[in-house]
């Protein structure tokens, strides 16, 4: 069986790639095992090829861009930026990974008590298209620092980008079996999933991570599941207009809103309401689409045919249920899977796009009251991964930002991941942390060791 992958941008065919069976998903988690052994032993190490390969990625950066570009579609611009914040964060795992696997002295009735943090073996890592090298490496960059070993299943729409992430470990010179990617659809997550794996980590939707969830826990292995967002942007009175605007371009439409932490929907208070739209509503129509290759490009084409059907069927059920198109809702009629970007008014909490995961350039503005209005709107919604705040009053964004139900939240800013703080959801946005020392103990065996003399010990039989 083969799998293709397709220019979005041209609808061209791009390779075929044999898909894997379960032998040769066996193997890799044998050798996997097998290198982990040493591997676990010496930090230092692990932090030296860590930094080998950020060096590596930042000296290949326009060749590991335009991969991501012409798998997916992502303009240039945004997918040098990509292959950057992985290399920063590469580093800063090895800068930082010695200290978060630093073992902790406790006070307790023992003569000596520590807890060590040791890693778990090898992982299995199933991840999308969107981000398809920052999704893989915020996961691996802690995982290898802490020690394990990675078997990588990419998306079958981004294969190429999850094998040049091996061979770049590779160039680096990384011990045969540390990283590997295999190559296949569903079937082979699934396989990988059931081999010898220790834990296993998925980014990706919901539907597919409770099956991911299902079936990692039935094998009782540690998983970690980012299933999306519904990310709410709430814009007060006294926000400053002027860069919330900005900032709800930049969050809706970056990645053509592709992104688990994309804002999907607007909430704005209704007396600034008329304001924000209507600069909101000027910016986005300067937005420039097209080549994605050119760097004057700000927005490319949606990643599939299906993702630009899913996009046309929802705004216009948006449209026929009432709500009004501010600018765009409709397919650009060019070569690729184009879509216009996209304001609508008037949304109803029966539409499709008021509740679920819009991944796509399309952004529903709701009106409110006031901002404890916002608030409940907001926190209206099965997922709850992002947020943000609008507002110059930090009191306020403080006490509003401990009432929103999510596992992120910025103010006056757009939600973006940072390898120095923790990224992960609650509600059906997944469970579990990536990022940040809480990301990287998520797959390390947290033991506590305890000492005591043989007359204490005796004494304290229990």
Not at 138 to 154: C, D, E, H, Y
Request: hydrophobic share 40%.
């Amino acid at each position: 069986m083969k799998i293709r992958t397709t220019n979005p941008a041209t609808e061209q065919m791009l390779e075929e790639y044999e898909v894997m069976d379960m032998d040769d998903i066996n193997k890799a988690v044998v050798k996997a095992r097998q290198s982990f052994k040493e591997w676990q032993t010496n930090i230092q190490n692990r932090a030296a090829f860590l930094y080998n390969v950020s060096h590596l990625f930042r000296k290949d950066k326009e060749r590991l861009a335009k991969l991501i570009t012409t798998e997916m579609g992502k303009p240039i611009k945004e997918a040098r930026s990509e292959v950057d914040k992985c290399a920063w964060t590469m580093e800063y795992y090895a800068d930082y990974g010695s200290h978060f696997m630093a073992d902790e002295t406790t006070n307790t009735d023992a003569r000596k008590s520590f807890t060590a943090f040791q890693p778990l073996g090898v992982v299995g890592s199933v991840m999308p298209w969107n981000f398809p090298y920052w999704q893989a490496l915020r996961f691996a960059s802690p995982s290898l620092m802490a020690g394990n070993t990675i078997v990588l299943k990419p998306s079958s729409a981004t294969l190429q980008c999850g094998i040049e992430i091996e061979k770049s470990f590779q160039r680096a010179g990384l011990p045969e079996g540390v990283f590997q990617t295999v190559v296949g659809d569903s079937t082979v997550a699934e396989m990988l999933i059931d081999s010898d794996v220790n834990a296993v980590t998925f980014t990706g939707s919901v539907d597919a991570g409770k099956r991911v969830g299902q079936r990692a826990v039935a094998r009782l292995k540690k998983c970690v599941l980012e299933l999306g967002g519904s990310d709410p942007f709430i814009v007060c009175e006294d926000a400053d207009l002027e860069k919330a605007s900005s900032g709800a371009v930049k969050g809706r439409f970056i990645n053509c809103g592709q992104s688990c932490i994309a804002t999907k929907r607007f909430f704005v208070v209704e007396k600034i309401a008329n304001e924000f739209i209507e600069k909101f509503t000027q910016k986005t129509e300067k937005l420039k689409v097209g080549d994605p290759l050119s760097d004057d490009t700000d927005m490319g084409p949606l990643v599939s045919s299906k993702s630009l059907e899913n996009i046309d069927g929802i705004v216009r059920g948006a449209l026929e249920a009432g709500a009004e198109a501010l600018t765009g809702g409709e397919r650009i009629k060019n070569k690729g899977y184009f879509y216009s970007p996209t304001i609508l008014t008037k949304i109803s909490p029966k539409m499709r796009i008021a509740h679920e995961e819009t991944f796509g350039p399309v952004a529903p503005i709701t009106v409110v009251k006031d901002e404890i209005q916002a608030i409940e709107q907001a926190n209206n919604s099965e997922f709850g991964l992002g947020a943000s705040i609008w507002t110059q009053d930090l009191h306020k964004a403080e006490r509003l930002s401990r009432l929103v139900e999510s596992g992120i939240v910025t103010v006056n800013n757009v939600v973006v991941s940072d390898p120095r703080v923790p990224f992960g959801g609650i509600k059906n946005s997944g469970f579990g942390r990536e990022l940040s020392r809480y990301g990287m103990l998520e797959f390390v065996n947290i033991k506590s060791v305890r000492f005591y003399d043989q007359l204490i010990y005796n004494h304290h039989v229990e």
